[in-house]
């Protein structure tokens, strides 16, 4: 057992002792019904909140953190453990994790809901097949189990408990499947022309306009600074519940007008409010260059991958993931969630 700090100083680095007066401190406690679990507080030294510190709680492969292990054996199964919060920070439900493999190789940050009560036990399993199309090279782990509150949002005192870490050889998704609507349905958020209580963004420099082509109306959106990553969203104005898309599709139209030489692959994901998300994104890999093509998501891979549909604030997150983006330009319309029921 192990914990990483960054502190407020520009300072930090690894510890191995959870009585350490320290920003993370881990003990083993009785409790009843279970024997010993293990206890982590996060501003474990500073309950006041005076400094700015982060850290992780984890298992690692050994004190020297160049050691890994293969973890090949388990490539098809799971972590999973049992978690409860008996106190929350200034910021609830901001809780991730995550498996290393040396830095900067490791998986993406998966979100952790919160039990619907502090001291109520909830069970988690992640399957090892995310963590790897995520980043994660399977066969040297360093950091076997990455746990904490939200890097930059541990403000206030945290204290949760965890049982039952296990690495599964096999992965069961828990996800409970929805009855199927009888009828078509329906959003439109992008027609020729925004829907109601909709909205579309860019995260990158970019111009981002309307034009018209043939008749049609489409957003055209022109990145034109060096940067990692070029985003376009389509938000709207409250949370909607689209539980009754779970086996429909996010559908749009898109034309990459030019890459401008840009490497790179497109990825579609959904929010539902900060950080809940889909991991991993879903690939559209590298549409041919201009022409229109109608892409269709499969909303019950996104909710397998943890979007939560009762809450939805981005319909669809487009992503181009490159080592740049300047001269990148696309096109967009007929943004939409459809679901056709199998009798139509």
Same mark, same amino acid.
């Given at each position: ?60 492969? =050994? ?137 579309? =963004? ?143």
């Amino acid at each position: 057992m192990a914990a990483f700090e960054w502190l407020e100083s520009n300072t930090g680095g690894y510890h191995f002792d959870g009585s350490q007066p320290s920003h993370v401190q881990w003990e083993l406690v009785e409790v009843p019904s279970r024997g010993n679990v293990l206890e982590v507080t996060f501003n474990g030294n500073d309950p006041d909140d005076l400094a700015g510190d982060n850290g992780w709680f984890g298992i690692t492969a =050994g004190t020297d953190e160049t050691i890994a292990m293969d973890l090949s054996a388990f490539a098809n199964g799971a972590v999973a453990f049992d978690m409860r919060i008996l106190q929350q920070g200034a910021n609830a439900d901001m809780l991730d994790f995550k498996m290393e493999c040396g830095y900067p190789c490791t998986s993406e940050e998966f979100w952790l809901a919160d039990p619907a009560e502090l001291g109520e036990w909830q069970s988690y399993e992640i399957s090892i097949q995310a963590l790897i199309e995520t980043g994660l090279d399977i066969t040297k782990v360093t950091n076997l189990f990455v746990f904490k509150p939200t890097w930059g949002w541990q403000h206030g005192q945290y204290v949760i408990q965890l049982d039952n870490i296990e690495l599964k050889k096999t992965y069961t998704s828990n996800i409970e499947l929805p009855e199927a609507p009888k009828t078509r349905l329906q959003t439109i958020y992008y027609q020729n022309g925004l829907a109601d209580n909709s909205g579309y =963004g860019v995260a990158g420099s970019s111009i981002l306009s309307e034009q018209t082509e043939a008749g049609s109306r489409y957003i055209d959106a022109l990145f034109f600074e060096d940067g990692p990553a070029a985003e376009f969203w389509v938000y709207t104005n409250l949370q909607s519940d689209m539980t009754n898309y779970f086996y429909g599709e996010i559908v749009f139209d898109l034309r990459v007008v030019n890459y401008g030489g840009n490497p790179g692959e497109f990825t579609v994901n959904s929010f539902c409010g900060w950080p809940c998300r889909a991991i991993p994104r879903y690939s559209l890999g590298r549409p041919v260059e201009g022409i229109w093509q109608t892409h269709r998501i499969p909303v019950r891979t996104l909710a397998e991958n943890g979007l939560q549909l009762h809450r939805v604030v981005n319909p669809l997150v487009l992503q181009f993931n490159g080592p740049t983006r300047e001269g990148l330009e696309i096109n967009l319309n007929n943004i939409r969630w459809e679901y056709t029921p199998p009798t139509e």
